[in-house]
């Protein structure tokens, strides 16, 4: 069982905003401002999409961003594209022995 | 451009070891601190454990399933990280991705992963 909840799935068709909620305790996201949300696609490496909340590195569309709201983090991804479709993890710093925890993954399908 | 390589995996045993290394390159490797992220087949990603850069202590965290049995090091001159895993279990089967830690514990970039088969 991870430490972050995520939904297991979201769907939605192209052009539509979506968003993927990653819920923690006080310990976690609701603590630090230490949330980051990573891009997986089939086969490959997982690619930093947002850190420390709702900072974008360098060429991540901007149709993606990030939130926070007490202990639960969001991931929102505006106007959907095809090359979307992927698995989205969040994570956070905790201060358990842990040092850092994953959700347990969101599978995004474009309709 | 940032590159991170992994290598080393394999079949091992239960109750064996293997050592991955990761070659960098692309960015100061001395200055920065560095991760091992694993994924289990099928499932999500599990933060493993972290080396510091020796300017912030050269310490090391790790998380509670592989204490005591995995340890990571650094060769700053040969700008490659390592994970020396111990007493293997069946559980340790992943896919093992190093990554570099960022200023906000998240990981800006990851290698292409090694998998780790732990089978009799």
């Known amino acids: 069982q991870s430490a972050l909840t995520q939904p297991a799935s979201v769907s939605g068709s192209p052009g539509q905003s979506i968003t993927i909620s990653c819920t923690g305790t006080?310990?976690?996201?609701?603590?630090?401002?230490?949330v980051s949300w990573y891009q997986q696609h089939p086969g490959k490496a997982p690619k930093l999409m947002i850190y420390?909340?709702?900072n974008r590195p360098s060429g991540v569309p901007d149709r993606f961003s990030g939130s926070k709201s007490g202990n639960t983090a969001s991931l929102t991804i505006s106007g959907l594209q095809a090359e979307d479709e992927a698995d989205y993890y969040c994570?956070?710093?905790?201060?358990?022995?842990?040092?850092?925890?994953f959700g347990g993954g969101t599978k995004l399908t474009v309709l | 451009e940032v590159q991170l390589v992994e290598s080393g995996g394999g079949l091992v045993k239960p109750g064996g070891s293997l050592r991955l290394s990761c070659a960098a390159s692309?960015?100061?490797?001395?200055?920065?601190?560095m991760s091992w992220v694993r994924q289990a087949p099928g499932k999500g990603l599990e933060w493993v454990g972290r080396?510091?850069?020796?300017?912030?202590?050269?310490?090391?965290d790790y998380a509670a399933p592989v204490k005591g049995r995995f340890t990571i090091s650094r060769d700053d001159s040969k700008n490659t990280l390592y994970l020396q895993m111990n007493s293997l279990k069946t559980e340790d089967t992943a896919v093992y991705y190093c990554?570099?830690?960022?200023?906000?514990?998240?990981?800006?970039?990851w290698g292409q992963g090694t998998l780790v088969t732990v089978s009799s």
């Open positions: 990554t570099t830690e960022g200023d906000g514990y998240n990981h800006d970039y």
């Open positions: 692309g960015f100061t490797f001395s200055n920065a601190w």
């Open positions: 080396i510091k850069s020796k300017t912030d202590g050269g310490t090391t």
């Open positions: 006080s310990s976690d996201v609701g603590g630090y401002n230490y």
């Open positions: 420390e909340v709702s």
């Open positions: 994570s956070s710093y905790t201060s358990s022995s842990t040092h850092v925890v």
